[in-house]
């Protein structure tokens, strides 16, 4: 169902609405089911919220939300087993609550994620691995794992997520999904639970680039171009970076659907400056993460994933000398993009270099291949529109499509050009 289609059915009957929300969840796996949600509206709230949802541009249809944002006297896990003192639940809903039910949205749950919002492969200890839901021995992605594969099953017409490192472009690759990754420090993602506060970013997902415009155009508005934008796009050979041969050939035709590939001097100025984004990413992210984390990390070691604890813990141990050489490569990417958007509107990268990945596969390897993708927009601090590619038999990678500002004229230009088809 199009999202066009959930409110044509809570227009003509809001019961019948949430029921059939009832009955696309009844058909998950218990164990998917139980890795997915970590809180269900009742199907009479949800048609309750279906029938009363003011004039909007979403007005009766249902969303899901990432288990980080605030829902008033609900508890908020971040897929942790514990709960820490900044997470008990809060008394109202947060602002990008507020913003969709504004907006005539109705929540009809809370998704999942890899704990505290810390991985790239959907992988949960405690409460299951979120699956790609064609692909059952595959991942979704992460950290925004439930958000997403709810969209691609179809539960939900789009769901909200966060982006740090990847976390709503890689599942929107993994899952074929259409994915928009916003900036930080911005009013949705302030008064969630952070990873990293100086690189978080609030996102959504929808399966149709029709329902990203009309999902966009509720919450930011849209800026049309007035004239054609001008972009480049960097393939694996100029970034680098080795990408499995059906991704590379997939990435090449759809990126030069949209632009040509940068020129000699402008990728030789990206790449260089690009040099060592994933590594300086990892020392800042974990260090903000730690400084999150420090009242309970030690205390509570038990209680998290391993793996979580150890990219957490990390983050007090970085040296002076790494900490000034991360510090400066993050100074010299900024001024990287500062320049690029100059002359440019937009720059194309691969989002993943493979398709999702199998259970044995989600290796410390393979997520610095992913980061050396994706920190460069997480190091400028810019939105990012994710456009699925398909690559046959129900696997899928994507465009990252870097803007320098959520209102760029590029976005609309990039999913209109979609929905035409």
């Known amino acids: 169902m199009t999202l066009a289609d959930w409110q044509s059915l809570s227009r003509r009957d809001p019961a019948a609405a949430a029921r059939a929300f009832r009955l696309r969840l009844e058909r998950l796996p218990p164990a998917q089911r139980r890795a997915m949600f970590a809180w269900e509206a009742s199907e009479s709230d949800l048609a309750r919220s279906l029938a009363v949802a003011p004039a909007g541009a979403l007005a009766g249809v249902p969303y899901l939300l990432k288990d980080l944002f605030a829902v008033g006297g609900v508890p908020t896990r971040a897929g942790a087993r514990f709960t820490p003192s900044p997470l008990c639940a809060p008394k109202a809903d947060g602002r990008m609550v507020q913003s969709l039910k504004a907006a005539g949205a109705a929540l009809a749950g ?11 492969t959907g992988e949960n200890a405690h409460y299951g691995d979120v699956e790609h839901p064609a692909h059952p021995d595959r991942t979704s992605g992460g950290s925004s794992s439930g958000s997403a594969a709810a969209v691609a099953a179809g539960i939900v017409p789009f769901a909200i997520g966060t982006d740090t490192g990847g976390s709503v472009r890689v599942p929107a690759a993994f899952c074929g999904l259409y994915g928009l990754r916003l900036t930080p420090h911005e009013a949705w993602i302030a008064d969630a639970f952070p990873l990293a506060p100086s690189f978080d970013t609030a996102g959504w997902f929808t399966a149709r680039a029709a329902d990203m415009i009309t999902v966009t155009s509720a919450l930011l508005g849209m800026r049309t171009a007035e004239r054609e934008p001008r972009g480049c796009s960097l393939d694996f050979d100029a970034l680098g970076h080795f990408g499995d041969p059906t991704v590379g050939a997939a990435y090449a035709r759809a990126s030069a659907d949209l ?50 604890w150890q990219r957490i813990d990390r983050g007090r141990r970085w040296t002076a000398a790494q900490l000034e050489a991360a510090q400066f490569r993050h100074a010299v990417i900024k001024l990287m993009w500062t320049r690029f958007f100059l002359t440019y509107d937009f720059l194309i990268l691969p989002a993943t270099p493979f398709p999702a990945l199998r259970k044995a596969d989600c290796t410390l390897e393979h ?21 699925p590619v398909p690559l046959g038999e129900g696997l899928s990678t994507g465009l990252q499509i870097i803007v320098n500002d959520p209102l760029s004229p590029v976005i609309p230009w990039a999913l209109a050009r979609c929905a035409a088809g």
């Open 259 to 308: 632009t040509r590939p940068a020129d000699a001097a402008t990728a030789r100025d990206l790449t260089h400056s690009l040099t060592g984004a994933a590594d300086a990413y990892a020392v800042l992210q974990s260090t903000e993460a730690y400084a999150v984390h420090a009242g309970w990390l030690d205390r509570c070691q038990a209680d998290y994933e391993p793996g979580v």
């Open 110 to 120: 809370k998704t999942h994620l890899h704990e505290f919002a810390y991985g790239l």
């Open 367 to 387: 997520r610095n291949r992913l980061l050396a993708l994706t920190a460069p927009a997480s190091l400028g601090g810019l939105p990012v529109l994710t456009l």
